[in-house]
């Protein structure tokens, strides 16, 4: 079956700093969905990314699709507190219509 | 507009007992995704239901495990004759759209403890 991964698991930044999580699957993805969840909360939506190359941009967030349509990143630069959280990537796997997500990055900021 | 509704927030289970989950989609959303996740970990597909249809129950156990959208109602994840490794987070996503391709908008959860 389809697997999505997902590199760092956890990352530790100092406020300010600079941050990436990659994604990658094991098949060509139709789109690829991010979803970020604070802590005790629930996955809030983020962005969908459906064209080879694609780039799009919320603020200070930058997310990438790759050229082959099975990997992705999210960068967020000059973090913020508010930044705190485990972020996702999600994709609809070709074998049903299941939907797979990937085991997520948590972020922590510190002050 | 309300948002994707589910209750009961927590619910606590003895051993043997059954649990019912409740989610309520967004007003006009006739897909909907239920996952499970563990503490620290990540989302786990589990099922996916149109109106009066099951779509793909694949990330769901055989046993114990069953779900519905009926016409008019909720949808309901039911699991009889809990385990304590039934323990975890319980979310339902709805989607106006199916087949991955639309944005799933996630309620609030329900905790489920099995003593």
């Known amino acids: 079956g389809q697997q999505v991964m997902q590199i760092p698991q956890y990352q530790h930044v100092q406020e300010g700093e600079d941050f990436t999580t990659y994604c990658n699957s094991s098949t060509t993805l139709s789109n690829i969905q991010w979803y970020k969840q604070r802590p005790g909360g629930h996955p809030v939506f983020l962005i969908q990314l459906v064209k080879s190359g694609e780039v799009k941009k919320q603020k200070r967030l930058t997310f990438q699709f790759g050229e082959a349509k099975k990997n992705s990143s999210l960068h967020i630069t000059a973090t913020q507190t508010t930044d705190v959280g485990t972020y996702f990537c999600?994709?609809?796997?070709?074998?049903?219509?299941?939907?797979?997500f990937g085991p997520g990055t948590r972020l922590s900021v510190l002050p | 507009n309300a948002g994707v509704m589910q209750n009961p927030r927590h619910l606590v289970r003895r051993r043997g007992q059954e649990a019912r989950l409740r989610c309520s989609p967004m007003?006009?959303?006739?897909?909907v995704y239920w996952y499970r996740q563990l503490p620290e970990e990540g989302l786990k597909f589990m099922v996916y239901?149109?109106?009066?249809?099951?779509?793909?129950e694949s990330g769901m156990p055989k046993e114990r495990f069953s779900a519905e959208f009926p016409k008019e109602g909720p949808s309901i994840l039911r699991i009889q004759q809990v385990v304590r490794g039934d323990s975890a987070a319980y979310f339902c996503a709805s989607s106006p759209g199916g087949q991955g391709y639309n944005e799933q908008f996630f309620g609030p959860g329900t905790r489920l403890t099995v003593l």
């Open positions: 239901l149109q109106k009066e249809n099951i779509i793909d």
């Open positions: 007003k006009g959303h006739s897909h």
């Open positions: 999600a994709g609809p796997s070709p074998f049903g219509q299941n939907f797979v």
